[in-house]
């Protein structure tokens, strides 16, 4: 049986079990590219099992992968040997550690920024990424947009992946303004015996207007979003 964590204990499960969350991935992908010099080296933040760095390598662009979990960074580096790529590079840090100065064309984030926990966290690590990039370069995010306390209904999935198959159930309450999310899944392969994983999470709701805020004061010279009511898109230029 499989306890804790699928994105510590068991990074093999992660796209199994996340797949609602790659939806996103080919819209973020066209932003990332279309605001990104050909050739320019990007850093990709929380990259996890590279749903964002691959796709930008095989566009031709240069990525530095960086996540705080070892394990998740083995998984891309194995996705990257099927798929016969070769030039790829991973760092395991914690985003918040940023030390780079003046090197990337762009910084990316997917669906991972507010991890920061409050405004507090969210300027500092700004100010990390913000070091981090070339003069003129970008900064591009996708959030969602908090528009206040809500009730957020459970939600059930079947997934499958290859031979594997999943039940995800999930379920949010919101405390303050940290969303605690939970996902109880059960996964099998036909003929064996299931295995259980439980996963928590906790992610800081920033609105626009916060972001915006945020961006400016640490030095963004413009901002601009894009996207729906409910999930925003960010470019900021330094």
Same mark, same amino acid.
């Given at each position: 049986?499989?306890?804790?964590?699928?994105?510590?204990?068991?990074?093999?499960?992660?796209?199994?079990?996340?797949?609602?969350?790659?939806?996103?991935?080919?819209? /973020?992908?066209?932003?990332?590219?279309?605001?990104?010099? +050909?050739?320019?080296?990007?850093?990709?933040? #929380?990259?996890?099992?590279?749903?964002?760095?691959?796709?930008?390598?095989?566009?031709?662009?240069?990525?530095?992968?960086?996540?705080?979990?070892?394990?998740?960074?083995?998984?891309? +580096?194995?996705?990257?040997?099927?798929?016969?790529?070769?030039?790829?590079?991973?760092?395991?840090?914690?985003?918040?550690?940023?030390?780079?100065?003046? +090197? /990337?064309?762009?910084?990316?984030?997917?669906?991972?920024?507010?991890?920061?926990?409050?405004?507090?966290?969210?300027?500092?690590?700004?100010?990390?990424?913000?070091?981090?990039?070339?003069?003129?370069? +970008?900064?591009?995010?996708?959030?969602?947009?908090?528009?206040?306390?809500?009730?957020?209904?459970?939600?059930?999935?079947?997934?499958?992946?290859?031979?594997?198959?999943?039940?995800?159930?999930?379920?949010?309450?919101?405390?303050?303004?940290?969303?605690?999310?939970?996902?109880?899944?059960?996964?099998?392969?036909?003929?064996?015996?299931?295995?259980?994983?439980?996963?928590?999470?906790?992610?800081?709701?920033?609105?626009?207007?916060?972001?915006?805020?945020?961006?400016?004061?640490?030095?963004?010279?413009?901002?601009?979003?894009?996207?729906?009511?409910?999930?925003?898109?960010?470019? #900021?230029?330094?």
């Amino acid at each position: 049986m499989y306890s804790g964590n699928s994105y510590k204990n068991f990074p093999a499960l992660y796209d199994l079990l996340y797949q609602r969350y790659l939806k996103s991935i080919p819209d /973020f992908i066209a932003l990332v590219g279309k605001n990104t010099s +050909k050739g320019g080296l990007i850093l990709d933040l #929380a990259a996890g099992t590279g749903e964002v760095t691959i796709p930008l390598l095989k566009k031709g662009f240069e990525v530095i992968s960086l996540d705080a979990s070892k394990g998740m960074l083995e998984e891309l +580096k194995l996705k990257a040997k099927r798929m016969g790529i070769k030039y790829y590079h991973v760092k395991t840090s914690d985003m918040q550690r940023l030390a780079y100065k003046k +090197k /990337f064309d762009s910084v990316c984030i997917r669906q991972a920024i507010n991890y920061f926990i409050g405004i507090k966290a969210l300027k500092a690590g700004l100010e990390k990424i913000y070091d981090s990039l070339k003069a003129n370069g +970008k900064f591009i995010f996708n959030a969602p947009n908090y528009q206040g306390k809500r009730k957020y209904p459970a939600v059930y999935n079947y997934y499958k992946k290859g031979k594997q198959r999943a039940l995800v159930l999930e379920t949010n309450k919101m405390i303050g303004k940290i969303l605690k999310h939970r996902q109880y899944s059960i996964v099998w392969e036909d003929g064996q015996e299931p295995n259980f994983v439980t996963d928590q999470n906790y992610f800081y709701m920033f609105t626009k207007k916060e972001f915006e805020r945020a961006l400016k004061k640490c030095g963004f010279l413009k901002v601009e979003f894009g996207g729906s009511a409910k999930t925003l898109y960010c470019v #900021a230029t330094k």
